[in-house]
């Protein structure tokens, strides 16, 4: 009696990124988010281009044609949730790490696969944006080029601020474990804290606020450094920070708890 041929199951890195990659492109609320944060940015923009009269001439260039990314941050930071509660809601969570049993490479892999998307995607659509804001923006004193300078590094820096904001966003799905309770977490303590925090009458506190995620991020994402921000490279270093601190705890609940 023959014995049945078997198949050896290698687990690899590629294999754990491919696998997320195919996770992420077959969920119909990836393509709404993305494609809902783009047209968000860009109209925004075109609008705020096309309405231009001189009235904030003080405003940064960038700040001003980017100013849809605050609602875009949103529909990344969803989506950063979703990657990792939306798994725990489905119970698909189980089947990633029985075939993973590491656990950790799970979410490693979920983090990687997103960041490239997110800062692709946020890149791409501030160009874009810049772009389509130039057409009516040209003779004003708002005109710019992609070659001007502190202007690509800018966009860049607005495209890299968004991408860690939603990897907190998706630490905090991977530590809550609740797509509405990580949303509330975010909106609450990433987005509305250090507002609620700013009206206090402290030097001190006034001083740590900068140095919360979003306003780090603020100052990332322009060719003048913002008003009461912190530098661009700490802004750059305190958001990295905030990111891998929450990704480190939620590495650290996932080894230890049960799924």
């Given amino acids: 009696m023959s014995t049945p041929a078997t198949?050896?199951?290698?687990?690899?890195?590629?294999?754990?990124?491919?696998?997320?990659?195919?996770?992420l492109r077959t969920?119909?609320?990836?393509?709404?988010?993305?494609?809902?944060?783009?047209?968000?940015?860009?109209?925004?923009?075109?609008?705020?281009?096309?309405?231009y009269d001189g009235d904030d001439s003080e405003v940064d260039t960038i700040v001003f044609t980017l100013l849809g990314t605050q609602l875009s941050q949103i529909c990344l930071a969803v989506l950063g949730i979703l990657i990792t509660a939306g798994e725990y809601s489905t119970g698909m969570i189980r089947a990633s790490v029985t075939a993973v049993p590491r656990r950790l490479p799970v979410?490693?892999?979920?983090?990687?696969?997103?960041?490239?998307v997110a800062f692709a995607v946020s890149w791409t659509t501030d160009v874009v944006t810049f772009l389509t804001a130039q057409i009516w923006l040209s003779g004003t004193d708002k005109?710019?080029?992609?070659?001007?300078?502190?202007?690509?590094?800018?966009?860049?820096?607005?495209?890299?601020?968004?991408?860690?904001?939603?990897?907190?966003a998706l630490g905090l799905g991977a530590l809550l474990r609740s797509v509405p309770g990580a949303i509330g977490a975010f909106v609450g303590s990433v987005l509305i804290l250090?507002?609620?925090?700013?009206?206090?009458?402290?030097?001190?506190v006034e001083s740590a606020i900068r140095h919360f995620?979003?306003?780090?991020?603020?100052?990332?994402?322009?060719?003048?450094?913002?008003?009461?921000?912190?530098?661009?490279?700490?802004?750059?270093?305190?958001?990295?920070?905030?990111?891998?601190?929450?990704?480190?705890?939620?590495?650290?609940?996932?080894?230890?708890?049960?799924?």
């Fill in 143 to 168: 005109e710019l080029s992609l070659t001007d300078d502190g202007v690509l590094g800018a966009l860049t820096g607005s495209a890299a601020s968004l991408t860690l904001l939603s990897l907190i």
């Fill in 27 to 51: 969920l119909r609320s990836t393509w709404i988010t993305l494609s809902t944060a783009t047209a968000l940015v860009i109209a925004v923009g075109a609008t705020m281009g096309s309405t």
């Fill in 213 to 259: 995620p979003v306003q780090a991020a603020s100052s990332l994402g322009s060719l003048t450094r913002v008003e009461d921000t912190i530098a661009p490279g700490t802004a750059l270093v305190t958001l990295t920070l905030w990111t891998a601190a929450i990704i480190a705890a939620a590495s650290v609940l996932l080894k230890r708890r049960d799924v």
């Fill in 194 to 204: 250090p507002e609620v925090l700013g009206m206090l009458p402290f030097s001190a």
């Fill in 7 to 23: 198949t050896t199951y290698r687990l690899s890195t590629k294999g754990i990124l491919r696998s997320e990659w195919h996770k």
């Fill in 107 to 116: 979410l490693w892999s979920k983090a990687a696969i997103f960041t490239a």
